[in-house]
């Protein structure tokens, strides 16, 4: 049983459904075009069991390690629990990945889509993809160069036998993220990719306005991160 502790994130967990609701209701798309993907990241297993107990079955972390110390023995006793890899992925812990992954949104280079398609014929097992798209072309950040990412979704698609069915960004913090939204929105439109992964705790209604079918929301459910 969830502790006290752990009691104000059922709350949090349906005032982030209710916002969600709400934009998409006011964008005039349906409730369930976009599932929650409550980001667990630093938190501990009874915090994700707190929200498994208010009815959350989807969670993102963004580390394979942390992942793998926390979400086996939860995996094992919620057979329903989705896990989403939203942080950079090595190619040397992609079959790691593969292995414990449902979805991961962060293919961003062909390094890693050959280890990623390798990964998956050894396990036996294909996680769902996402391309992660560098929206703002920040050299440190990671993510597929916008002007790239067309040539790499068809490399993707004829050279390694992946097939994505989305994209993801996080927009440049203190900016409006809203041009960034659309513009990864137009990526996959031309693209004919369905899912869109974009908006965290602080903009993700704005995302959802703009067509976000994957909302990864953390600190707004389990709180502020220690640093
Ligand atoms: C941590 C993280 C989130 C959640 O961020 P919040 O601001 O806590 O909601 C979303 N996406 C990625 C890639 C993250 O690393």
Redesign the pocket.
């Known amino acids: 049983m969830p502790t006290a502790a752990f009691a104000p994130i059922a709350e949090r967990l349906a005032a982030v459904r209710a916002r969600i609701a709400e934009a998409a209701r006011r964008a005039g798309r349906p409730a369930d075009a976009v599932s929650l993907v409550a980001?667990s990241?630093t938190h501990p297993a009874a915090a994700v069991e707190a929200a498994i107990a208010a009815g959350q079955r989807v969670f993102?972390e963004?580390r394979v390690q942390e992942a793998e110390a926390k979400f086996p023995a939860l995996k094992a006793r919620y057979p329903d629990l989705r896990l989403h890899l939203?942080?950079p992925l090595q190619t040397n812990k992609a079959r790691n990945a593969v292995r414990l992954f449902d979805v991961i949104?962060t293919l961003d280079r062909p390094r890693l889509a050959e280890a990623l398609a390798r990964a998956m014929d050894q396990e036996g097992r294909r996680p769902t993809l996402l391309v992660e798209v560098n929206i703002d072309a920040e050299p440190q950040k990671a993510g597929i160069a916008p002007e790239a990412a067309d040539g790499f979704i068809a490399d993707c698609r004829a050279r390694w036998r992946l097939a994505p069915v989305g994209l993801?960004c996080?927009p440049p913090a203190g900016a409006d993220p809203a041009p960034h939204f659309a513009r990864l929105a137009a990526i996959a439109e031309r693209n004919g990719l369905k899912e869109l992964s974009m908006g965290?705790?602080?903009d993700f209604e704005i995302a959802v306005a703009r067509g976000a079918t994957l909302a990864?929301?953390?600190?707004?459910i389990f709180g502020p991160?220690e640093r």
Do not use: L, P, Q, Y
Request: no cysteine; net charge positive; aromatic share 0%.
């Open positions: 980001i990241k993102g963004n939203v942080g949104h993801m996080i965290m705790s602080d990864r929301i953390g600190t707004a991160r």
